[in-house]
């Protein structure tokens, strides 16, 4: 079956930088778009970043030229490096993948299938 396994969150002062890592398994992970969600109290979980099967990323607006998402398809893994962070980015934030392979954008939490845990990110002001 499809597991994602997030690590790298904590806490960090405003400013600072924070390097999430998902692990991913029993999937073609060359051929799966991947996406980085969060979800803050409160608030509905948001599409962060996400990346095609070939590398190209897409980005929310809130976040641009400041994460950056990438892929290792060797190594069945996404990264999502988060620099200048600040109180609006804390959330949990989730892996995230569809059901299908070779998928097309999509903003909505319901175009993904298989999730992650979560890991938490606090960013302290």
């Known amino acids: 079956q499809v597991q994602l396994t997030e690590s790298g969150g904590g806490l960090v002062q405003a400013g600072g930088s924070l390097r999430l890592s998902c692990a991913a398994s029993g999937l073609t992970f060359s051929t799966y778009r991947m996406g980085w969600f969060r979800q803050a109290p409160g608030k509905e979980r948001e599409l962060v970043a996400s990346?095609?099967?070939?590398?190209?990323?897409a980005y929310a607006d809130s976040v641009k030229g400041r994460f950056t998402i990438s892929r290792d398809n060797s190594k069945n893994t996404v990264a999502l490096q988060m620099n200048s962070l600040n109180a609006e980015d804390t959330a949990v934030y989730y892996c995230?993948?569809?059901?299908?392979?070779?998928?097309?954008?999509?903003?909505?939490?319901?175009?993904?299938?298989?999730w992650g845990p979560g890991t938490q990110v606090t960013v302290s002001s």
């Open positions: 990346i095609s099967w070939s590398g190209g990323p």
């Open positions: 995230a993948s569809p059901n299908r392979p070779y998928g097309s954008p999509s903003r909505s939490p319901g175009a993904y299938g298989y």
